[in-house]
């Protein structure tokens, strides 16, 4: 580590002083990430990404329900409240990202990694709904989707991507891939050695198994986690928005959306980009339509913005939507025509939103979710 590095130089500083220092940076710092949750970040923003010990940020504990979020623009980090506060009521914010805050509390303990363990509601309640059942007759893989995988996944065509993706969430992995298991106690979900790639798992395996064997071996469990399904649907999206399919991306967006509503603390700042991708596609229908070569979507088009336009204010504490979402419309396939709707529909509601936002529950009401748009905290597929 540089920090270490840079110790090692100070004369007269004791192990037990260099040690001390280690801990408190590992213990307090904070990622920064400036525009993490849009589509563009990588191409335009990771030089603004980073670590940084913050006095005042440093008080906070994590809570797996938090009730504070951060945003970063460039090293200022912005913490706001994602729901009203009683007086007395602690603050909490969460060390890890949201999606994993659905992940079982096993495999969340794991990613925290902070030597503590959390004592929050959610994780000392028994019988929460997001456990994985034990079976001592069960081996669970944990699908992993990197960097990596993602980037083997951008090197497919469109059509291939989409497929790729399709068979990756019905729990099908490239059989190049195979390895060791990974046990729920050995490592962290998103950590598994088993990777996703551009071609699914064949079916079929060895076969001169004999009975013992048969009967001795444990079923083999895939598991899903909600965070690596949301990025696979990401990848998805985009391809499927680059094939002009706009009506078979919009209802992706969709499922994005309504995992972040359901499993995700109130107004998760990757909201107001599932809007606003939404909008795109649903602009991009609509003006198909009107060219006689679909029919209109079914929501009006600038109710999407609009939801982004909220969501993106909820989370961000003002009115910052222009000014954070100018590239990431830039770098979107939508036509010109299409881009120039959306900045005259969300300037509109900028200008006629009240300065307080709605409540949560209120807000995603206008979603108007279908039971089978929202998708589980995670999925187990049986190896069979």
């Not at 010990?53 to 912005?78: K, M, Q, W, Y």
């Not at 989409?162 to 046990?183: C, K, N, P, T």
Request: with cysteine; proline share 3%; hydrophobic share 40%.
């Amino acid at each position: 580590m540089a920090v270490t590095k840079t110790w090692s130089q100070v004369e007269g500083l004791s192990e037990a002083s260099k040690d001390r220092l280690q801990a408190v940076v590992r213990l307090n710092s904070l990622g920064f990430y400036t525009h993490s949750e849009q589509l563009c970040h990588h191409c335009n923003f990771t030089a603004l990404t980073g670590s940084g010990l913050f006095a005042l940020a440093s008080g906070f504990n994590h809570s797996c329900e938090p009730s504070v979020v951060r945003f970063s623009l460039g090293d200022i980090t912005a913490f706001v409240t994602n729901r009203p506060i009683e007086a007395g009521e602690e603050l909490c914010i969460s060390y890890i990202e949201s999606e994993l805050l659905c992940a079982p509390t096993s495999l969340r303990s794991q990613s925290l990694n902070r030597d503590f363990r959390c004592g929050c509601r959610k994780c000392t309640t028994p019988g929460q709904p997001d456990e994985l059942a034990p079976d001592e007759g069960t081996e669970r893989t944990f699908m992993r989707v990197d960097a990596q995988v993602q980037a083997n996944l951008s090197l497919l065509p469109a059509e291939e991507r989409v497929e790729a993706v399709q068979a990756a969430l019905a729990g099908q992995m490239g059989d190049e891939s195979e390895g060791e298991e990974e046990s729920e106690e050995e490592g962290e979900g998103v950590e598994s050695s088993r990777e996703v790639h551009g071609t699914p798992r064949k079916e079929g395996g060895e076969g001169g198994a004999s009975a013992k064997d048969a009967k001795d071996k444990k079923a083999s469990v895939t598991v899903l986690l909600g965070k690596d399904a949301q990025e696979l649907r990401v990848v998805q999206a985009m391809a499927l928005m680059q094939l002009g399919r706009h009506s078979e991306a919009l209802s992706v967006w969709r499922r994005l959306a309504a995992f972040s509503c359901h499993h995700c603390p109130p107004f998760d700042e990757a909201l107001a980009v599932y809007a606003s991708q939404a909008a795109l596609c649903a602009l991009s229908e609509a003006a198909a339509a009107t060219a006689g070569d679909a029919h209109p979507p079914g929501q009006a088009a600038g109710e999407y913005v609009a939801l982004a336009v909220e969501a993106h204010r909820a989370a961000c504490g003002a009115d910052l939507f222009q000014w954070r979402y100018r590239r990431e419309l830039e770098e979107s396939v939508a036509s010109a025509e299409v881009k120039a709707e959306f900045w005259r529909i969300a300037v509109a509601t900028s200008g006629r939103q009240a300065v307080t936002v709605r409540s949560f529950e209120l807000a995603i009401s206008d979603w108007r979710f279908a039971a089978d748009e929202t998708t589980q905290a995670f999925d187990e597929f049986r190896d069979t």
